[in-house]
């Protein structure tokens, strides 16, 4: 094989070597990436989970009061006749 075959062939799988590393690196980055998407939806999703469930306890909090406040449903239906509702 003459000299410059081989330095042909040295040179490519060089540069084989080095775009298979960079394409390593590149994958790798692209999967860290991927997870630290993952984790922070995953956080996100906790957050408004949390914030629905807050809202709904305040939610059902506000219609107890709501409820409290209007019973007996006969004083206001009734008016002077509200003393029915007492007997």
């Given at each position: 094989?003459c000299?410059?075959?081989?330095?042909?062939?040295?040179?490519?799988?060089?540069?084989?070597?080095?775009?298979?590393?960079?394409?390593?690196?590149?994958?790798?980055?692209?999967?860290?990436?991927?997870?630290?998407?993952?984790?922070?939806?995953?956080?996100?999703?906790?957050?408004?989970?949390?914030?629905?469930?807050?809202?709904?306890?305040?939610?059902?909090?506000?219609?107890?009061?709501?409820?409290?406040?209007?019973?007996?449903?006969c004083m206001?239906?009734?008016?002077?006749?509200?003393?029915?509702?007492?007997?």
């Amino acid at each position: 094989m003459c000299k410059i075959k081989v330095i042909i062939y040295v040179c490519r799988d060089a540069e084989l070597s080095g775009l298979r590393a960079e394409i390593h690196e590149a994958l790798g980055n692209r999967n860290m990436s991927d997870e630290q998407f993952k984790n922070g939806t995953l956080d996100e999703l906790s957050n408004l989970k949390a914030a629905l469930q807050l809202e709904r306890e305040e939610r059902i909090a506000e219609d107890d009061e709501i409820v409290q406040v209007r019973w007996p449903p006969c004083m206001y239906a009734f008016g002077d006749v509200s003393s029915l509702c007492r007997n």
